[in-house]
């Protein structure tokens, strides 16, 4: 399977603090995406880091790259009950740029 | 403007029946992406269309599993003769050109589908 690993599985902390979120992906990149998914329904896009690119922030989103461990990681900081979700990292691939994802990530924040 | 949107949102259906599954892509998106979300297999791709072509069926997970789009907008997946495994969320998403890694796409809410 070319689906990318995501851990933790699941995390739980208290609002305020700071949420890290961990991927891995196995082929060769352009670009590393970021999802949110409320309610196992649709997702949401967050944030997009290019393979040139080392860190990106986007207001209280923070993401690295490290093209070489293949590796990815989301940090939310001073995060909020409304962050509660599943969080997924996918890459484009191949000629059609179809999304590989992550297995997930289950945050609940709790008020 | 308006999303993705997908109909229906929820479909309980018995083993066996075909099933329809709508998208419809935010106008001016000549890309559409079918995905399928189960517990067991997580997110996975199922179909790409460029326009009213389908270029990559390659997730497809069975000859039962057929999809199309007409006027470079609507699609329709179809399910026939469903099977309990088939059980999941189906995700359509829109992206504004195809093949172009950069861009975003915009996945609409899913339709849950329950086979009994």
């Known amino acids: 399977s070319q689906q990318g690993e995501e851990d933790p599985q699941a995390l739980s902390i208290q609002e305020g603090e700071n949420a890290t979120m961990n991927c891995s992906y196995k082929?060769?990149?352009?670009?590393l995406q970021w999802y949110r998914q409320n309610s196992g329904r649709g997702l949401v896009h967050l944030i997009l880091?290019?393979?040139?690119?080392r860190e990106k922030h986007s207001g209280r989103l923070r993401v690295t790259l490290d093209t070489s461990k293949k590796s990815s990681s989301l940090l939310i900081t001073a995060s909020r009950a409304a962050d509660t979700a599943s969080y997924f990292c996918?890459?484009?691939?191949?000629?059609?740029?179809?999304?590989?994802f992550g297995t997930g990530t289950l945050l609940a924040v709790q008020p | 403007g308006a999303g993705v949107s997908q109909s229906p949102s929820n479909k309980v259906t018995e083993k066996g029946k075909d099933v329809e599954l709508r998208c419809d892509p935010i106008?001016?998106?000549?890309?559409l992406y079918w995905y399928r979300q189960s517990l067991g297999q997580g997110l996975e791709f199922l179909i790409y269309?460029?326009?009213?072509?389908?270029?990559?069926k390659s997730g497809l997970p069975s000859d039962r599993f057929s999809a199309e789009r007409t006027g470079g907008s609507v699609s329709t997946l179809t399910i026939q003769r469903t099977q309990q495994e088939d059980s999941a969320v189906y995700l359509c998403?829109?992206?504004?050109?195809?093949?172009?890694?950069?861009?975003?796409?915009?996945f609409g809410p899913g339709t849950r589908l329950t086979v009994t």
């Open positions: 269309f460029q326009g009213n072509s389908a270029p990559d």
């Open positions: 996918a890459t484009p691939y191949g000629a059609t740029n179809k999304l590989i």
């Open positions: 998403a829109s992206s504004l050109f195809p093949g172009q890694a950069s861009y975003e796409q915009y």
């Open positions: 106008s001016g998106h000549t890309a």
């Open positions: 880091i290019r393979s040139n690119e």
């Open positions: 082929t060769s990149i352009n670009n």
